[in-house]
């Protein structure tokens, strides 16, 4: 099944455009009104779809033409996106090693050598609980997963710890049923025990209250939760976070037994040093990151040559050209 999001000033003329994509076969799955722009929003779902006619396979086309290493170029595009000095100054050094590669493909290998990538295997039976602040994307990161088990051939279920939100439950059952995601709530810390117990046979992932991380008591709930449920630990994290805060907030996830993180919207952010700052100050691999809105887009797997493309793709290049010749000047 595959969700897709259709505007229109008004309901009558999103479902038009449903509609005409989709058929009368489509199914609604939700339909709300953005504040900002006026614009209904409705997202649909078919079960169904033909199979496309098969085409032979075009050539290979590259994406990404080859740019010489540059190193001026590589300090502007640190600076843009905020890495603090020391940082910046490593992974240049570590790129300028490799003269000879593309400028990513330097770039990336200076990535490599700082962050570990650790995938998450949604093959495994162990749960995760996906953690962070308010607002960073754990509940569409949560399903995404569990759709991603679903492509599997697995069993897959979202529990959440977040039910006396106003709207999670609904928003949280609006995701899952098109996706044929079982979902439940657990109240609290020995309720999501009793969940987890006897063994699902599936995949299963937590998607736990928003927290403040520098509140004792919430970390304490949080910590309880953790123990109480054997699950992994996962950080969610917004790509446009403070690169400092990012990375003391990093630093007392870790402290709760987090291991990796997850990045999300990366589509909705320009400067992207908390991706860096975050993972190289705990030491927490990168388990992932989305870059888009749409629940069918799923968690990508966070190579350190997709992460270094955003970096180098996000700033204006007008903006990186006057960084270069303000520091040519200075």
Excluded at 63 to 79: E, G, I, K, N, S
Excluded at 80 to 104: E, F, K, N, V, W
Excluded at 118 to 146: C, F
Excluded at 188 to 204: Q, V
Aim: hydrophobic fraction near 45%; charge should be negative.
């Amino acid at each position: 099944m595959r969700l897709k999001i259709y505007t229109g000033k008004t309901v009558e003329q999103a479902r038009e455009k449903v509609r005409a994509e989709l058929g009368d076969d489509a199914v609604i799955v939700n339909i709300d009104h953005d504040k900002r722009s006026g614009l209904v929003r409705i997202t649909a779902a078919i079960e169904h779809r033909p199979e496309p006619e098969p085409i032979d396979a075009p050539d290979p086309v590259v994406t990404r033409p080859f740019q010489p290493f540059d190193a001026a170029h590589l300090a502007a595009v640190l600076r843009y996106h905020g890495i603090p000095s020391p940082l910046s100054t490593r992974l240049q050094t570590s790129a300028a090693a490799r003269p000879d590669c593309d400028m990513a493909e330097a770039f990336a290998m200076a990535i490599d050598d700082q962050v570990k990538v650790m995938p998450i295997d949604v093959a495994s039976n162990r749960p995760l609980l996906l953690l962070g602040a308010p607002g960073q994307g754990k509940t569409l990161a949560a399903v995404r997963l569990a759709v991603e088990a679903r492509g599997q051939d697995r069993p897959a279920r979202v529990i959440t710890l977040d039910g006396k939100a106003a709207g999670a439950v609904e928003q949280l059952r609006a995701f899952c049923g098109p996706a044929e995601v079982e979902m439940a709530c657990a109240d609290d810390a020995a309720h999501l025990e009793r969940l987890l117990t006897p063994l699902y046979e599936g995949f299963t992932v937590i998607d736990s209250m928003g927290i403040n991380p520098y509140a004792l008591a919430d970390i304490e709930l949080l910590a309880y939760a953790v123990k109480r449920s054997g699950a992994e630990p996962v950080w969610v994290m917004a790509a446009g976070a403070d690169a400092l805060e990012a990375a003391e907030m990093a630093e007392i996830f870790a402290s709760l037994g987090v291991r990796r993180m997850i990045v999300t919207r990366l589509d909705a952010s320009r400067r992207l040093a908390a991706t860096l700052t975050a993972p190289i100050r705990s030491r927490l691999a990168r388990a992932g990151f989305s870059a888009s809105p749409y629940l069918a887009d799923l968690i990508q797997p966070a190579s350190p040559m997709a992460l270094a493309e955003y970096l180098l793709d996000k700033p204006d290049p007008n903006h990186i050209a006057r960084i270069v010749q303000e520091k040519a000047a200075s």
